[in-house]
């Protein structure tokens, strides 16, 4: 689906990311991890065509598409951020505003987001100000805008984080069983293991800007190399 | 106290009475002081947003000087619009001064750092996240500050309705470059200047009523605006 080679960003003379080979099949769930400051986020920029990488070419489905970011590009992929950051507007228009920019025709626009609101269990918050809602209500909303736009890679950058466990197991649950469910391709970044095992197929520990090792989640975890073995053990000894 | 009391039943007797040089006066003054407000909407949210959102070299500069023209005294704004307009002036063909014209472009003078500022304020508060997940959403750029404008929009009514404080308060500089002119240029505030100096305080005080009667219903509608409840 997306193919990376020798994808590197930097911020003046610093190197925030240095990813020599990097790939995401179609229909996959890659966890990517690491300690803060790691370029998770810098690396998700640059995937969803939200920066230009500094050198390297980016493939979408074989297309180069490293210097094509265009609106056109841009609108096949969804993000959610770590903070909900919904308008100051109603939940329906939050969900909405995606498919508005995109100029769809009204009624298919109801249609959607009444269709995602009701997947994310979030209908009666439909005519609610985004700014009275709680911390999980806002990200059900933040993850509906995301869905209704259908995109071909979703992006979720830490979520999860901000909310406390029952919420977050609750939520892990549902968007879980809605990305089987529509077979989105997802990039799911996160420093909590015990979120990554639930929801990673395949996982990607990111250290220093570079990807250490990558494989399936429970393979990762059982056999790390000699650059992750540190930082996956003190995550294993903190879970068990 | 007497005074105070003379001077309003003096305001609503001229109002009622439908007196033609204080409607003249009045509509005069609305349409200076709203034509002022606009353009300096017009200009000042475009220009404040800019400042407010991109980073350029002597950007910090211009804000000073947008920051300074906030406390830009009226008469010197009044002066530098009469030194453009005067016959040898700049603009001195135009033949502007002492016409309504050149008292907007005096208001637009004191007002628009005002607008320019706040609005530019306001956008350099948002959440460069929000920026980056509008932008996420599918926004071009042109529907990105479109998002934007309507996330800080109490922020930029609040910019208007100081603006239009500062417009409708204003006395100096409408003075100096309308000449309180009857039938031309003359405005509430400058009437009142000139029946002061008479000593008709009855009319000033009437007209002053009549001043913060407009002042209060311009404000109030906007604040209005401002404040409109949000659904629960």
Redesign the interface.
């Known amino acids: 689906m997306i193919t990376a080679k020798n994808l590197e960003v930097r911020a003046g003379k610093k190197v925030l990311l240095s990813i020599p080979h990097f790939e995401l099949q179609e229909g996959e769930v890659l966890g990517i991890m690491g300690p803060n400051g790691a370029g998770k986020s810098t690396f998700i920029?640059a995937l969803?065509l939200?920066e230009k990488p500094s050198q390297g070419t980016i493939f979408l489905k074989g297309k180069d598409i490293t210097n094509d970011l265009t609106?056109d590009m841009?609108?096949r992929?969804?993000?959610a951020?770590q903070?909900p950051?919904l308008?100051?507007?109603?939940v329906f228009q939050n969900v909405a505003?995606?498919l508005k920019?995109?100029k769809l025709p009204r009624q298919e626009v109801k249609q959607k987001v009444a269709y995602w609101l009701e997947k994310f269990q979030i209908s009666s918050l439909a005519?609610?100000?985004g700014?009275?809602l709680s911390g999980g209500e806002a990200q059900r909303v933040n993850l509906a805008?995301a869905m209704v736009?259908e995109p071909e890679v979703l992006?979720l950058d830490e979520p999860f984080s901000a909310l406390d466990f029952p919420t977050k197991v609750q939520l892990l649950k549902d968007i879980k069983s809605i990305i089987q469910q529509t077979n989105t391709t997802t990039v799911f970044v996160s420093h909590d293991l015990m979120e990554l095992k639930f929801l990673a197929d395949t996982l990607a520990i990111l250290m220093d800007g570079d990807l250490k090792q990558t494989g399936p989640t429970e393979e990762v975890l059982a056999s790390p190399n000699s650059s992750t073995s540190g930082f996956i053990n003190d995550w294993q000894s903190l879970l068990n | 106290m007497e005074l105070l009391l003379e001077g309003l039943k003096k305001a609503i007797e001229m109002i009622l009475s439908g007196d033609p040089e204080i409607l003249e006066i009045t509509l005069l003054t609305l349409k200076v002081s709203i034509t002022a407000v606009l353009i300096s909407t017009l200009i000042g949210i475009p220009v404040g947003m800019f400042l407010g959102l991109a980073r350029f070299p002597g950007r910090k500069f211009i804000l000073a000087i947008i920051n300074i023209g906030m406390g830009l005294p009226p008469v010197v704004a009044g002066l530098w619009i009469t030194l453009f307009l005067w016959r040898s002036g700049p603009l001195g063909d135009l033949a502007w001064l002492y016409t309504p014209t050149a008292i907007i472009m005096a208001q637009i003078l004191v007002s628009l750092p005002i607008v320019t500022a706040l609005t530019s304020t306001a956008f350099q508060q948002i959440n460069p996240k929000l920026i980056l997940q509008v932008k996420a959403l599918g926004a071009t750029k042109l529907q990105l500050y479109w998002i934007l404008t309507k996330e800080v929009k109490l922020a930029i009514l609040a910019a208007i309705i100081a603006g239009f404080g500062r417009v409708i308060a204003e006395v100096g500089a409408a003075m100096m470059v309308g000449g309180n002119i009857s039938g031309e240029t003359r405005i509430l505030t400058t009437s009142i200047v000139m029946e002061v100096s008479k000593g008709n305080f009855d009319i000033a005080l009437a007209l002053s009523f009549i001043l913060m009667t407009l002042a209060f219903i311009i404000t109030f509608s906007l604040t209005y605006l401002q404040q409109r409840k949000r659904s629960l």
């Open positions: 920029k969803a939200l609106l841009r609108r992929f969804a993000v951020m903070q950051l308008l100051d507007t109603t505003v995606g920019l995109r005519k609610k100000h700014a009275n805008r736009l992006f």
